[in-house]
């Protein structure tokens, strides 16, 4: 079956690789690795936002080959920080997310409502915080409907529900078809996921299932700490 995200000897000179990795559709997956490690180059690098060498395909087809509307309709890249010069209502920003269908408005309200936005639909987004922010960006996202989903940290500025809400939609997107790639830091998290990734330095270390990646020896080599599981403090919706 054809990888619904492929990487070839993908590398960015002096920050990443060159790495090989598969993902294929349907699959929730996190890229994990200590501050630095080159998470956010490689989420660029596969969503083709930066300059690097190797190959990338979407879905079997060549990143290099594709007209820039079928990438935003096929790929859609949230950054790890949300910044915004203009006052634009938070609606019109989610609704930025359909200009590779020709700003249709298809879905906007449906991507408000599932990051909890729709009491904030008409404030501009420069009157926000930096969580309120960072869901706007996801719904923008989400509003693509692209099927390659590639979130850096879209966690890190959330409270807890929030956080839990977005994993609950990055699992159903998956279920649905989408191939998500999240970078994360709470290797906790990781460990829900269908795959994972490890970046060391730059180095992919290791891919494979949670099981398979994040082992306590491999924890204790990438990022200096000892793993060990007990009993503790469970979270979850209601």
Not at 28 to 53: D, F, M, R
Not at 182 to 196: F, K, P, Q, T, W
Request: glycine share 10%; proline share 6%.
């Amino acid at each position: 079956m054809t990888p619904a995200l492929e990487a070839r000897a993908l590398a960015v000179p002096g920050r990443l690789g060159p790495l090989d990795l598969d993902l294929p559709e349907g699959c929730l997956a996190a890229v994990v690795g200590p501050n630095g490690a080159g998470k956010s180059t490689l989420l660029q690098s596969l969503g083709g936002l930066l300059e690097a060498t190797g190959r990338v395909a979407w879905r079997g087809r060549e990143l290099s080959n594709l007209p820039m509307v079928e990438r935003g309709r096929t790929c859609t890249w949230v950054p790890q920080e949300s910044r915004f010069e203009f006052d634009f209502p938070v609606r019109e920003v989610v609704a930025m997310g359909r200009h590779a269908h020709g700003d249709d408005g298809v879905g906007v309200e449906e991507a408000l409502s599932a990051l909890d936005l729709v009491q904030l639909a008409d404030r501009p987004v420069t009157r926000l915080s930096g969580g309120e922010r960072a869901r706007v960006m996801l719904a923008r996202a989400l509003a693509t409907e692209a099927p390659l989903q590639l979130w850096d940290e879209p966690l890190a500025q959330l409270d807890v529900r929030h956080q839990l809400e977005v994993l609950v939609l990055a699992k159903r997107l998956a279920e649905q078809g989408r191939t998500m790639l999240l970078s994360i830091h709470d290797l906790r998290v990781a460990h829900c996921m269908d795959r994972v990734l490890v970046l060391q330095q730059g180095r992919l270390v290791a891919q494979g299932s949670p099981e398979e990646a994040l082992t306590p020896e491999r924890i204790q080599a990438v990022f200096g700490v000892k793993a060990r599981t007990l009993p503790g403090l469970v979270l979850e919706l209601p």
